[in-house]
């Protein structure tokens, strides 16, 4: 059982420490993007596309989605159509966090689990 | 000379109401359909995802002399898509968008007034879901006259764009997320939409 409780601790531990890296990891590729979508349309009317959805912090490490141009609030462009054309469906940095978030809250608890386990175990074995 | 002058004002008052005269647009389809983006955006902690559809239609009026205006846009509900297949047919349900029931979303303009340089306030009512609420939205309008550049640009005659964007409750039309899908899809959702109508 103190094995088991052990194990358990050591795992959670490995991941609450593992998961800042892994979360700093992302968000040091990720850059916030605007999607457009490029026709004569929005050149016609002085635009380098139509925005697709609103600027998001994204991760997209193909470097030919990226138009090599921002818009006003200095998101870096993406063509849509690329994107589509080649299948890529972004993976966005507040999907990481979140899932990193719910990561740590189960090490959190695995730990707390483990020491109460420790703690009982004790308690029984004093004479 | 008095006689003059009333013929040369009565002239120029001629020529500037032929130039302010109202057109009829319509929101362009068929192989320009492709331009027109609307899009729907749920916002969680989870995720930001985004609806989009080209499949916009309907007509406008506007005077780009007087900036005044009127409109009628529809959007293909059945049409959006999420970038999930699954997603899309979840969307398109009855306890969602139940797009077989309701296949369009509307807003029709009651008035219209000029507030800037291409901004607008649009008064109108936007029918989503069989509900239909009197919104006031932000609506930019982008004039072109018919031109070579317009021409180029593959449109005939006079285009304008228009762009909305404006935020809704879908528990306002009718909508009530599963308790499954709670942290995943917004109640507050933004639409946009880019259109492009022409005079021809």
Known sequence: MKWALIVIAALAAITLVASFPVEAQYASKSKLVQRVQQDPGAELFGDAGTPIGSPQQMIIEDPKAYLGSKDEAGAELVSEGYLKENGIYPLQLQTVRYVVSNIRYAGIAALLFSLLGFWLINRKQRP | MNKKLFVGFGLTALVGMAHAQMMTFTVVGDRLQYRNVATVESNTEFETFTGRSSAVSGTLKFDPTKKTGSGKIMIDMKSI???????????????????????????????????????????????????????????????????????????????????????????????????????????????????YATTK
């Open chain 2, 81 to 195: 898509d999420t970038g999930i297949p699954s997603r899309n047919d979840h969307m398109n349900g009855e306890m969602w968008l139940n797009t077989t029931k309701y296949p369009t979303a509307t807003f029709e303009t009651t008035s219209v007034k000029f507030v800037k340089g291409e901004d607008y306030r649009a008064t109108g009512k936007f029918t989503m879901r069989g509900v239909t609420k009197t919104m006031t939205v932000p609506v930019k309008v982008r004039y072109r006259a018919a031109s070579e550049a317009v021409t180029k640009a593959g449109f005939a005659g006079n285009v304008v764009q228009i762009i909305a964007k404006f935020d809704i409750k879908l528990s306002d039309f009718g909508v009530k997320i599963p308790a499954v899908a709670e942290g995943k899809v917004s109640n507050n959702v933004s639409l946009n939409v880019s259109a």
